[in-house]
């Protein structure tokens, strides 16, 4: 799970392809430039996709990223706002339309956590954190939509989490947020199944960012004892997945829950 603090909150096409090869194809990644974002901006550029990063506030950690690509030789491109904004989700959409001429993948990565017992929780917690992560990727996703229905063609991927499914004492608003992306993309799915515009979610456990290094050695020591591999993930890792589940030989994957976590939770 990628834990505590703030992520970026901005944060098919023609041919079969083998997995992670993504000539052409043009991937949004809401809050792109961090952590498990980060990552699965990576993933989708070294398979030859153009990736628009979405991030909201860490302008210099975005460049950074985005130098580090395109000295790679990757393509990236970087993109300005705030998911829980619905015109800013339209506005960048536009932009990368008008810049790209398509948008084959959108992946709602963005997310924040603010973390506190349901006792403590104030409403504007509850709904900063609702906003951003669930509203966020209804946005994002109206916002795209009618283009990829256009098109004929689309991937989906909803970043979920463990803890949509297990709980966790002080997230209660982040679990409701989270779970609520399981209920949002099945029915997706459904609407869209004749589309040809899959609809999935990647739920991640404990995985190796900055932000889980903040957890207390001993707490953390504690979680990984739970997890049955016996380690934290890697973001890597969550990033295979969603190339995974983005690639053409996948499209007769929808609505379905793809869990990261190392055992920790197998229902």
């Known amino acids: 799970m990628d834990r505590g ?4 909150a901005f944060g098919e096409g023609e041919g079969g392809s083998a ?8 991937a ?4 792109g430039t961090r952590g ?17 990063a979405g991030y909201s506030r ?8 985005a130098e580090e690509l395109r000295d790679a030789g990757l393509s990236i491109s970087l993109h300005q706002g705030n998911v829980g904004d619905p015109e800013d989700c339209q506005r960048v959409v536009t932009d990368v339309l008008e810049e790209f001429g398509r948008i084959d993948f959108l992946i709602n990565n963005a997310g924040v956590t603010v973390d506190k017992t349901v006792r403590r929780m104030t409403i504007d917690d509850w709904n900063a954190v609702l906003v951003v992560n669930l509203s966020g990727a209804f946005y994002m996703t ?36 989270k779970s609520g992306l399981f209920g ?3 029915s997706l799915a459904l609407e869209m199944a004749s589309r040809g515009v899959t609809v999935n979610c990647v739920a991640p456990g404990f995985i190796e960012t900055d932000m889980v290094a903040e957890i207390p050695a001993d707490v953390l020591a504690g979680v990984v004892a739970r997890i049955p591999v016996g380690r934290l993930g890697h973001v890597d890792e969550v990033a295979r997945a969603v190339a995974f589940l983005v690639d053409d030989d996948s499209s007769y994957i929808t609505g379905t829950v793809v869990a990261v976590n190392g055992g920790l939770d197998m229902a």
């Open 5 to 8: 603090g703030e992520r970026d």
């Open 19 to 26: 997995v992670g090869s993504f000539d052409g194809r043009v």
């Open 28 to 31: 949004m990644v809401t809050g």
């Open 36 to 52: 498990i974002g980060s990552a699965i901006t990576r993933r989708l550029a070294e398979g030859g996709a153009h990736v628009a």
């Open 58 to 65: 860490s302008h210099e950690h975005a460049e950074n990223l």
């Open 142 to 177: 109206k916002a795209v939509l009618e283009h990829m229905i256009d098109r004929g063609s689309g991937r989906i991927v909803n970043i979920s989490s463990v803890i949509a499914d297990i709980g966790n004492i002080g997230q209660a608003n982040y679990a409701a947020s």
């Open 184 to 186: 949002f993309s099945k």
